[in-house]
């Protein structure tokens, strides 16, 4: 079966067709390998010519061998009550229900305001009513499990901008009915609710069906959407028979990180949160939240063992640690050789692997010596790493483990906190209410590019705009006539790494603060204060008479015009664009914002 | 790019060469109401073009189709 699929990548809709009839031919001259076999009925409240072949082919790329029921053109309710129906005598696994709004509706999809707002409220109890008629007599004649789809909430309304001032509006009446399905059954574990509702907005409500195509022939999800629509179908099917997969193997350069360690080293890898950084730490944010929900880790990648230990002990912005590790294939053997053992070490068959590598060549490699393993193709690209990952739903499981919830209420007890924040209203409460750490740190390898690339990038909360490169921060950090500090933001909610700097031109009299900037993230919280604390303070302890201040004005930094003005500074010179303002060290007093913790390094 | 013999070829389940002006819809057995609108979605995709509703309804033969795609490519 999987030679009819293997090779040819249907992505024109027509091609699924001519798939789905070989596999029929192939199923009927009993040509096809015993796989995992799967009996789905396919309900639905309009001609859905195309689920079945689309699903036939992409199950039978999963492994699966179906056989399907399709219910004639709106036959639904006859098939589930007569008892001697053939929806029933097929007795489906699996049963997948599709009514759509226009159906739901009727009439009252054009004209819902000709009814009393309380009659459709009693209309969408009713509605509500029948559909769980319908899905508990499905449960009771069959043994299928229940994938029912929720309602495309429409974006029309007859009143328009007025539709949600209504005491029950139109909008909110498919809503409801959504809302009321998915209470119902949340605690079920044969039915579940699909949200069609949020697929078509993942499309785009405006295009998920030709107008044409549904006035010809009664298409109510565009063909070429139905590739999507049967893959989502997939995350259901592939748990039911046991195709779903409990460890994500990893490779480490390119992959956890930006850059080769053993040839960019320690401070030259891109980690952290920087626009090269970020796609990684992200990256790892979200294979964080696989493991938490369950998901076993693995590491299978050609690395000095010491470099990779070096990273995960000593950088700051690694995410996983090697306590996430189930096991660890760090090595220059060859990575099959290494993916037999990973499995073996955590015994699970290889069945159960998703492998993830930066290069096609592994991949490749892989996927031709051990087929039963899930590789995926990440994209050369690493701001689309996350999102492939996020993609791959072969870790959704149907059912929830004690384990699991647990964890659930640990996250509820997170978003009681948010809430708290939400409802604070005084400023200096709410700064406190924060718990911020500051952690001053003078420039050193690991955080010169960070440095410079807020030099080049900040244009509010910036002082003089000064832009300089790596080399010029280098340079600067290796003299002693310069004081360069970064400042990184941490708080109950996050970290929002190295956000501020100051860069300060010494001499024994008086210093010059040449440069001094807030990344706009953190403006509003006082952080400006605590900087400057922190060059007075330092001024002081060398016994420096001055500190001279540098306004530039531009055309983005009007947040810090009033800066040394506010703080205590007096005017000296204002020569066009430029302001100049100096305060006598020894008579300041000045001092950390008391609700802010600082570290200095 | 596919042409559209090609297209309709591949849709159809016929060979190229069957294809002439004059093959019709109703003469095709497999040119059913169906495949004639994948036939239509796939030649909207593969010229970036849109048919109305009435040429969908109206287009009877491959003459027909090619004379209407050519002319909306330009």
Same mark, same amino acid.
């Given at each position: 079966?999987?030679?009819?699929?293997?090779?040819?990548?249907?992505?024109?809709?027509?091609?699924?067709?001519?798939?789905?009839?070989?596999?029929?031919?192939?199923?009927?001259?009993?040509?096809?390998?015993?796989?995992?076999?799967?009996?789905?009925?396919?309900?639905?409240?309009?001609?859905?010519?195309?689920?079945?072949?689309?699903?036939?082919?992409?199950?039978?790329?999963?492994?699966?061998?179906?056989?399907?029921?399709?219910?004639?053109?709106?036959?639904?309710?006859?098939?589930?009550?007569?008892?001697?129906?053939?929806?029933?005598?097929?007795?489906?696994?699996?049963?997948?229900?599709?009514?759509?709004?226009?159906?739901?509706?009727?009439?009252?999809?054009?004209?819902?305001?000709?009814?009393?707002?309380?009659?459709?409220?009693?209309?969408?109890?009713?509605?509500?009513?029948?559909?769980?008629?319908?899905?508990?007599?499905?449960?009771?004649?069959?043994?299928?499990?229940?994938?029912?789809?929720?309602?495309?909430?429409?974006?029309?309304?007859?009143?328009?901008?007025?539709?949600?001032?209504?005491?029950?509006?139109?909008?909110?009446?498919?809503?409801?009915?959504?809302?009321?399905?998915?209470?119902?059954?949340?605690?079920?574990?044969?039915?579940?609710?699909?949200?069609?509702?949020?697929?078509?907005?993942?499309?785009?409500?405006?295009?998920?069906?030709?107008?044409?195509?549904?006035? &010809?022939?009664? !298409? +109510? $999800? /565009?063909?070429?959407?139905?590739?999507?629509?049967? *893959?989502?179908?997939?995350? =259901? @099917?592939?748990?039911?028979?046991?195709?779903?997969?409990?460890?994500?193997?990893?490779?480490?350069?390119?992959?956890?990180?930006?850059?080769?360690?053993?040839?960019?080293? &320690?401070?030259? !890898? +891109? $980690? /952290?949160?920087?626009?090269?950084?970020?796609?990684? *730490?992200?990256?790892?944010? =979200? @294979?964080?939240?696989?493991?938490?929900?369950?998901?076993?880790?693995?590491?299978?990648?050609?690395?000095?063992?010491?470099?990779?230990?070096?990273?995960?002990?000593?950088?700051?912005?690694? !995410?996983?640690?090697?306590?996430?590790?189930?096991?660890?294939?760090?090595?220059?053997?060859?990575?099959?050789?290494?993916?037999?053992?990973?499995?073996?070490?955590?015994?699970?068959?290889?069945?159960?692997?998703?492998?993830?590598?930066?290069?096609?060549?592994?991949?490749?490699?892989?996927?031709?010596?051990?087929?039963?393993?899930?590789?995926?193709?990440?994209?050369?690209?690493?701001?689309?790493?996350?999102?492939?990952?996020?993609?791959?739903?072969?870790?959704?499981?149907?059912?929830?483990?004690?384990?699991?919830?647990?964890?659930?209420?640990?996250?509820?007890?997170?978003?009681?906190?948010?809430?708290?924040?939400?409802?604070?209203?005084?400023?200096?409460?709410?700064?406190?209410?924060?718990?911020?750490?500051?952690?001053?740190?003078?420039?050193?390898?690991?955080?010169?590019?960070?440095?410079?690339?807020?030099?080049?990038?900040?244009?509010?909360?910036?002082?003089?705009?000064?832009?300089?490169?790596?080399?010029?921060?280098?340079?600067?950090?290796?003299?002693?006539?310069?004081?360069?500090?970064?400042?990184?933001?941490?708080?109950?909610?996050?970290?929002?790494?190295?956000?501020?700097?100051?860069?300060?031109?010494?001499?024994?009299?008086?210093?010059?603060?040449?440069?001094?900037?807030?990344?706009?993230?953190?403006?509003?919280?006082?952080?400006?204060?605590?900087?400057?604390?922190?060059?007075?303070?330092n001024a002081k302890k060398e016994e420096v008479k001055k500190l001279r201040g540098e306004f530039i004005s531009t055309s983005k930094n009007a947040p810090a015009k009033n800066f040394y003005r506010n703080n205590g500074f007096k005017s000296v010179?204002?020569?066009?664009?430029?302001?100049?303002?100096?305060?006598?060290?020894?008579?300041?007093?000045?001092?950390?914002?008391?609700?802010?913790?600082?570290?200095?390094? | 790019?596919?042409?559209?013999?090609?297209?309709?070829?591949?849709?159809?389940?016929?060979?190229?060469?069957?294809?002439?002006?004059?093959?019709?819809?109703?003469?095709?057995?497999?040119?059913?109401?169906?495949?004639?609108?994948?036939?239509?979605?796939?030649?909207?995709?593969?010229?970036?073009?849109?048919?109305?509703?009435?040429?969908?309804?109206?287009?009877?033969?491959?003459?027909?189709?090619?004379?209407?795609?050519?002319?909306?490519?330009?």
């Amino acid at each position: 079966m999987e030679e009819i699929t293997s090779g040819v990548e249907a992505k024109r809709i027509g091609d699924y067709f001519n798939l789905d009839k070989e596999i029929e031919n192939a199923k009927n001259k009993g040509g096809l390998p015993v796989g995992k076999k799967l009996k789905i009925a396919i309900l639905s409240s309009f001609t859905a010519r195309g689920v079945k072949e689309v699903l036939n082919v992409e199950c039978c790329r999963a492994g699966i061998t179906s056989d399907f029921y399709v219910c004639e053109y709106n036959q639904y309710a006859q098939d589930i009550f007569n008892p001697d129906s053939v929806l029933c005598s097929f007795n489906p696994d699996l049963v997948i229900f599709f009514i759509d709004t226009m159906s739901l509706l009727g009439e009252i999809f054009f004209s819902p305001y000709q009814m009393l707002d309380e009659d459709r409220r009693i209309f969408i109890k009713e509605k509500k009513n029948e559909i769980k008629t319908f899905i508990e007599a499905l449960s009771k004649k069959t043994s299928a499990k229940i994938i029912f789809h929720n309602f495309e909430v429409p974006i029309y309304s007859p009143l328009g901008i007025l539709e949600n001032k209504q005491d029950f509006g139109f909008q909110e009446m498919v809503e409801q009915l959504n809302f009321d399905l998915r209470e119902e059954f949340k605690a079920s574990g044969r039915v579940f609710i699909f949200d069609y509702n949020s697929f078509c907005s993942k499309i785009g409500k405006n295009r998920i069906v030709d107008p044409k195509m549904y006035y &010809l022939a009664d !298409i +109510k $999800l /565009g063909l070429e959407h139905l590739p999507d629509l049967c *893959l989502s179908y997939l995350s =259901y @099917i592939k748990p039911m028979v046991s195709l779903g997969r409990k460890c994500l193997v990893l490779d480490l350069d390119n992959t956890l990180w930006g850059g080769i360690i053993g040839e960019d080293g &320690l401070e030259g !890898i +891109k $980690l /952290g949160p920087t626009p090269e950084g970020r796609p990684f *730490l992200e990256f790892q944010k =979200y @294979i964080l939240s696989l493991f938490n929900k369950g998901v076993i880790l693995a590491i299978n990648s050609k690395n000095n063992p010491e470099d990779v230990s070096e990273v995960f002990r000593r950088h700051p912005y690694m !995410i996983l640690k090697e306590e996430h590790f189930a096991a660890m294939q760090i090595n220059w053997d060859d990575k099959i050789a290494n993916m037999k053992i990973i499995a073996k070490q955590i015994d699970i068959g290889l069945d159960s692997l998703v492998f993830i590598d930066d290069s096609e060549i592994n991949r490749e490699m892989v996927k031709r010596a051990i087929p039963q393993i899930l590789v995926i193709n990440l994209p050369d690209d690493s701001s689309l790493y996350v999102k492939t990952l996020m993609a791959v739903d072969d870790f959704d499981t149907l059912q929830i483990t004690e384990e699991d919830k647990q964890r659930g209420k640990i996250y509820a007890s997170q978003r009681k906190r948010q809430e708290i924040r939400k409802n604070t209203t005084d400023l200096a409460e709410y700064l406190r209410s924060l718990d911020t750490l500051i952690t001053f740190e003078k420039a050193k390898n690991l955080t010169i590019s960070r440095i410079s690339q807020l030099t080049q990038k900040t244009n509010q909360f910036n002082l003089t705009t000064r832009r300089y490169f790596e080399e010029d921060i280098k340079k600067f950090s290796e003299s002693d006539n310069y004081l360069i500090v970064s400042l990184k933001v941490e708080d109950k909610y996050g970290d929002n790494g190295i956000t501020g700097v100051a860069i300060v031109e010494k001499s024994s009299e008086i210093w010059r603060v040449d440069t001094f900037l807030l990344s706009c993230r953190i403006i509003g919280r006082e952080v400006e204060k605590a900087l400057l604390a922190f060059i007075i303070k330092n001024a002081k302890k060398e016994e420096v008479k001055k500190l001279r201040g540098e306004f530039i004005s531009t055309s983005k930094n009007a947040p810090a015009k009033n800066f040394y003005r506010n703080n205590g500074f007096k005017s000296v010179t204002k020569d066009g664009f430029m302001e100049i303002w100096e305060v006598d060290i020894k008579n300041i007093d000045y001092s950390y914002p008391d609700f802010l913790n600082i570290k200095e390094l | 790019m596919e042409t559209i013999k090609e297209i309709i070829a591949r849709i159809l389940s016929i060979e190229e060469a069957e294809i002439k002006d004059q093959t019709a819809r109703d003469k095709t057995e497999s040119w059913d109401s169906f495949n004639h609108l994948l036939l239509v979605s796939e030649i909207e995709k593969e010229f970036n073009i849109k048919f109305t509703i009435k040429e969908v309804e109206e287009t009877k033969t491959f003459k027909e189709l090619e004379s209407l795609v050519n002319s909306k490519k330009r």
